[in-house]
């Protein structure tokens, strides 16, 4: 365990408030959570955002196949451009999924897009910077993180093998 239910919450409280020092001045925030796991967290980091930012907040979810992410889906289509887009996932692995999303976001012509990872692999494969992140961890080529979710909750999160 490299996360554990407490810490991943106070995690997800700072990430929340990071973005509310940042964005003081915006009107609107989009929070973009990648299916499933990332979109969990962005519900998660709304709520705690509500609490300092005055403006509004949106939380939408992106779909796609992780393995081979030939379609790409919001599940609303909603108007990004010019806004504050924060794309969400629970862990940046290799950066590849990321990578696609940013592709899709980027024909929205956003503002800004900025990334959030609960926990973030020091070593990627593809060039993608983490802007919020939870925890980094340094692993193997052979190991991946897995974040736990049980009951509307982070559990924790665990290197595997």
Do not use: W
């Not at 996360?3 to 990430?15: G, N, P, S, V």
């Not at 736990?148 to 559990?155: A, F, M, R, S, T």
């Amino acid at each position: 365990m490299i996360l554990d239910q407490e810490t991943a919450a106070k995690k997800i409280y700072r990430m929340a408030m990071e973005i509310a020092e940042r964005h003081y001045n915006q009107k609107e925030i989009v929070l973009i959570g990648i299916k499933e796991n990332g979109f969990f967290i962005a519900q998660k980091i709304s709520t705690c955002l509500a609490e300092n930012f005055k403006g509004a907040i949106f939380t939408l979810s992106l779909s796609m196949n992780k393995k081979d992410p030939g379609e790409i889906k919001l599940s609303d289509p909603t108007d990004l451009k010019q806004k504050c887009v924060i794309l969400i996932d629970d862990v940046a692995n290799s950066g590849r999924t990321m990578s696609f999303a940013l592709k899709l976001l980027l024909g929205f012509s956003p503002a800004e897009i900025q990334t959030l990872a609960l926990v973030e692999r020091t070593h990627k494969l593809f060039p993608v910077a983490v802007d919020y992140v939870g925890i980094s961890v340094s692993s193997g080529r052979n190991e991946y993180i897995e974040v736990l979710i049980e009951k509307g909750e982070v559990q924790g999160a665990v290197l595997k093998s």
